[in-house]
């Protein structure tokens, strides 16, 4: 019988490889995006998770343009930016611990894989913001993994929580990569081929994991951090 895997953010530059390389291996895959009609932040969809019989859920969801063009519209524009920082968290970790509540009232079994950064791991030290947006964002990913554990203890399935460095993209901003090298100079980004055979291994390795193990990290900074 055929895996079944749930991609939250199948259209992404991770979700998209990440669903190509399922189906090579010969997973059936379930595809939600905003670009077929899901949106992580209105709980109202989660009807089409459609999750209770899959073995994994990848969240592959987070900061994205999405975030920085619907971010909600201030009352004054002082404050704009922490609106935007609002909505990090609506998406980053809101979204997050719903989807779990709603997996776990559906009878979800099998593992919650939950793409996080390196700002998991560890916030930088406040020099290295460029923007309040900096802050949003690497603030929700820390307080992400702190809700992952927390939510180990509530659930009755495992919980992934998968430590991220930036990861290659052609399509970033060159600026972006200029930055990342002059905030950590030698530091090596992921390759993408390298992340998705990481992340394909994991419900297979799950299945072998003790039953009362909840959560675990996976470290793929290489270093990084």
């Given at each position: 019988m055929k895996k079944q895997a749930v991609i939250i953010g199948s259209?992404?530059?991770?979700?998209?490889?990440?669903?190509?390389?399922?189906?090579?291996?010969?997973?059936?895959?379930?595809?939600?995006?905003?670009?077929?009609?899901f949106d992580a932040t209105n709980y109202d969809l989660y009807p089409m998770l459609n999750a209770s019989d899959a073995d994994v859920v990848y969240c592959c969801f987070g900061k994205d343009h999405h975030i920085i063009s619907n971010a909600a519209e201030p009352l004054d524009d002082r404050f704009s930016d922490f609106y935007t920082i609002l909505d990090y968290f609506k998406l980053n970790v809101d979204a997050v611990a719903h989807i779990a509540r709603y997996l776990e009232q559906s009878g979800f079994k099998g593992s919650l894989v939950v793409l996080n950064s390196i700002y998991g791991k560890t916030i930088p030290p406040m020099m290295l913001y460029d923007t309040p947006k900096d802050i949003g964002y690497s603030v929700s990913k820390y307080a992400l993994t702190s809700l992952l554990r927390q939510l180990s203890f509530r659930v009755g399935f495992p919980i992934v929580n998968v430590i991220l460095a930036p990861v290659e993209n052609p399509l970033l901003d060159q600026e972006?990569?200029?930055?990342?090298?002059?905030?950590?100079?030698?530091?090596?980004?992921?390759?993408?081929?390298?992340?998705?055979?990481?992340?394909?291994?994991?419900?297979?390795?799950?299945?072998?994991?003790?039953?009362?193990?909840?959560?675990?990290?996976?470290?793929?900074?290489n270093g990084f951090v």
């Open positions: 259209d992404g530059y991770i979700g998209s490889a990440l669903y190509k390389e399922l189906q090579d291996q010969f997973f059936d895959v379930h595809p939600l995006d905003i670009s077929n009609g972006f990569y200029q930055r990342i090298r002059t905030r950590f100079p030698g530091r090596r980004l992921i390759s993408l081929p390298h992340l998705i055979s990481q992340l394909v291994l994991i419900p297979s390795s799950q299945s072998k994991l003790d039953q009362d193990l909840k959560y675990k990290e996976i470290d793929i900074t």
